[in-house]
């Protein structure tokens, strides 16, 4: 009995401390948010690691205990790279609710999108025919809630677009395990008015190939990376955010008017394209004959804002 219980090795035991280390990193914010979501989705490694400690430990315990403890190290470091990198695991995404609107001869449109919680991606790339679609991920339950509301007055279309995508797991508060996804895509080449409302969401915003008019985005404590258009003529941008991370890009070639309102906390503009006039005001100096370009006003409480 007493050579048994010395030959049992050591799997059970070393992959929780590997656990164990993984939660220590988590509580010191040096894992990414998403990171235990994906590594729940690596479930059948886990299984993996089990089975090579039974086969492996008749051989001999300590083959059995370094496979399972290689197998179970592999799970966490692949679930970390997926994790920071937004590769998701191949058994994802399980799309659960989708939108699609018709062209019908739009010739300009207002869409106006409200989002609570999780992600939303919103860009280019509506199929032939369609203004509007958009498509909910989830991870493993259908939690996601949606209205879409149409009207037209002449040649406009307006959308009014609730997207309450509920999966959202976070632990310990205010950092996300894993969040639902709403992925937007929207016909490029009609004038369009676009407005955004978040809440503690992420927005991912590539509207580079869009013609877009106008943009007005408000959110709570976000994140937000914003693309904004190459070609649209001149676009007016207006961001109201609060304790937010917001990531504004200008593509090259367009020009830029910044001004920033509200208590900012952390500032990095790219003065080599828009050189500081005064104050929180930012200037590209072909502004005024510029072909294509935006104006952008920021007005944030506290938070980190980029424009480049």
């Not at 894993?178 to 009609?190: L, P, T, Y």
């Not at 915003?205 to 190459?230: C, Q």
């Amino acid at each position: 009995m007493k050579e048994r219980v010395r030959r049992r090795g050591f799997g059970l035991p070393g992959s929780l401390l590997l656990l164990g280390a993984f939660v220590l990193l988590w509580n010191f914010e040096v894992l990414p948010d998403g990171f235990w979501g994906e590594f729940f989705l690596l479930w059948p490694f886990w299984l993996a690691a089990v089975a090579a400690n039974l086969l492996l430990s008749r051989l001999h315990p300590w083959a059995g205990s370094l496979a399972a403890l290689a197998v179970m190290a592999g799970t966490l470091v692949g679930a970390w790279w997926m994790a920071d990198s937004d590769v998701r695991a191949p058994i994802v995404p399980v799309i659960y609710e989708s939108i699609s609107v018709p062209l019908d001869g739009t010739q300009t449109a207002q869409v106006n999108l409200t989002a609570s919680s999780g992600v939303l991606a919103l860009g280019g790339g509506a199929p032939p025919g369609r203004l509007l679609v958009g498509e909910f991920e989830g991870m493993a339950f259908p939690a996601a809630q949606y209205s879409v509301r149409m009207s037209t007055a002449g040649d406009q279309q307006t959308l009014d677009i609730d997207l309450q995508g509920s999966w959202e797991l976070r632990f310990p508060p205010h950092r996300a395990i894993s969040s639902g996804r709403w992925k937007v895509q929207h016909a490029s080449g009609v004038p369009t008015d676009i407005r955004v409302d978040g809440g503690a969401t992420t927005l991912d915003l590539d509207l580079r190939e869009l013609t877009v008019r106008s943009l007005h985005v408000e959110a709570g404590d976000a994140d937000i990376a914003a693309v904004l258009p190459a070609n649209a003529g001149h676009t007016n941008a207006d961001f109201k955010v609060g304790a937010a991370s917001l990531n504004i890009s200008v593509p090259a070639g367009v020009a830029a008017r910044i001004e920033l309102l509200g208590g900012v906390s952390s500032v990095d503009v790219d003065t080599s394209r828009f050189p500081s006039q005064d104050t929180g005001r930012y200037i590209s100096p072909d502004f005024e004959n510029a072909a294509n370009r935006v104006t952008i006003t920021i007005d944030a409480s506290r938070g980190d804002i980029t424009v480049r």
